[in-house]
């Protein structure tokens, strides 16, 4: 049988696929017509955001498991993630009636830890432990010492990567045409290192594009510099695909097989999130709409070609929606921000509302920097447009009738204060 790569073998993915069928979804290949009409292309996605946890997670934690001896599994596993590999574990649990102990920071959202209990069920313990990833990490792996249980790594795993490959034979089989393009979200790497590997050797003309969040470029970062490098700090926005540093497995992997990487702003993830749901009614987490928000960067490469964009996951929580519409106006420069200083003048409010602001123009923010300065205190203001190209003519206004103090849009540190 051939290899995919020097790592991973086509034979051991096509044994994950027999395994998997205990308990994964053969999710489906579809097209896309709002994207397809507006890229010139045929638009195909594969959504894994129906798997059976909402995520692809589940693919290469149950085939690792899977792949343990008697003896290993009668001792249990243990995880450590705040999200979508902790779900794909606890199912796994469940269905092979294995103990595990499931580490998760202790700023986990109660959604995520009931979903993450409810798959599991009386299989599974949920510790909650440290404020990060990392440090909730550092206990799972201190846990698995002293009681010699395994741990299963959310990503640097042949075991994993084999699982998540089983997506590439899918896609083979389901594509009705030569996919040209593969556009693939990456956190980690494991779900890049194992789709890229089949499709490499089943379809090798396929170009394959990794896409990571500008916030948290570690594989772009690492293959231009040739070596596995940390990030000294990421945004952790898109949670399912920010990590400080990839696998050293997976980095030797993508090395091999992935033609291109792209990095996405995170408010370009955003507006992405906000078009599928208002279009095309399919609710996506950030990493799910990492493949489809790069689009635009291919847009010249992909007229008429056959494009399939990999859709990871779903598993959004309800109460960041306003985050994600917040984020979305900035990048698209309908948000702004400012430090109004009202002049020392009765009415000064009212002239604000009525001379400064355009007849589009909403106030959605208004904070008095000073309680008991009002009419002629500094206030911080929130201000959406209906078209960006008003933003000039508003600042012209604001600085003719001496109500200009600071525009912050530009001033992240106190940015992030407010947003």
Not at 157 to 166: L, M, R, S
Not at 181 to 194: D, N
Not at 196 to 212: D, N, R, Y
């Amino acid at each position: 049988m051939q290899a995919t790569t020097q790592h991973i073998s086509l034979h051991e993915v096509q044994r994950a696929t027999g395994y998997l069928k205990e308990v994964a979804s053969l999710t489906p290949l579809l097209p896309n017509l709002n994207y397809s009409e507006q890229y010139e292309a045929t638009i195909l996605l594969k959504r894994e955001d129906l798997q059976s946890v909402r995520s692809y997670k589940i693919r290469g934690a149950y085939n690792k498991m899977r792949s343990l001896s008697s003896k290993e599994l009668a001792y249990g596993v243990v995880c450590a993630s705040a999200g979508n590999h902790a779900q794909g574990v606890a199912l796994s649990c469940q269905r092979l009636k294995v103990n595990g102990v499931i580490f998760m920071p202790s700023t986990t959202p109660l959604q995520k830890v009931q979903q993450v209990r409810m798959f599991g069920k009386e299989y599974v313990e949920i510790r909650l432990i440290g404020d990060t990833f990392d440090q909730s990490k550092e206990n799972a792996l201190a846990f698995c010492e002293k009681s010699n249980t395994t741990f299963i790594h959310p990503f640097d795993d042949p075991k994993v990567i084999e699982g998540q490959g089983t997506i590439g034979l899918e896609l083979i089989k389901q594509s009705h045409e030569p996919i040209d393009y593969l556009l693939l979200p990456v956190g980690g790497g494991g779900l890049a290192a194992g789709v890229g590997s089949v499709i490499k050797t089943l379809s090798p003309a396929t170009k394959i594009i990794g896409v990571e969040p500008a916030g948290a470029p570690s594989m772009k970062t690492s293959l231009e510099n040739g070596e596995n490098i940390a990030l000294d700090h990421i945004e952790k926005f898109v949670d399912g695909a920010a990590v400080q540093k990839v696998g050293d497995l997976t980095f030797e992997i993508c090395k091999e097989v992935i033609d291109e990487m792209l990095i996405v702003h995170e408010g370009k993830i955003c507006e992405t999130m906000l078009e599928l749901y208002n279009r095309d009614a399919i609710v996506v987490e950030p990493a799910g709409a990492l493949t489809l928000s790069a689009l635009d960067q291919l847009s010249d490469r992909i007229k008429g070609k056959n494009v399939v964009c990999l859709v990871s996951g779903s598993n959004n929580d309800i109460t960041r929606m306003e985050e994600i519409k917040e984020r979305a106006l900035l990048y698209k420069g309908l948000k702004h921000y400012f430090v109004v200083r009202f002049p020392q003048r009765a009415g000064a409010l009212k002239e604000f509302v009525a001379d400064i602001l355009g007849p589009k123009d909403d106030i959605t923010h208004f904070e008095y920097t000073k309680k008991n300065s009002r009419e002629t205190g500094a206030a911080v203001v929130g201000i959406e447009l209906k078209d960006k190209r008003d933003l000039s003519v508003l600042m012209e206004r604001m600085k003719e009738k001496q109500f200009f103090g600071e525009y912050l849009n530009d001033r992240s540190d106190l940015l992030n204060l407010i947003v």
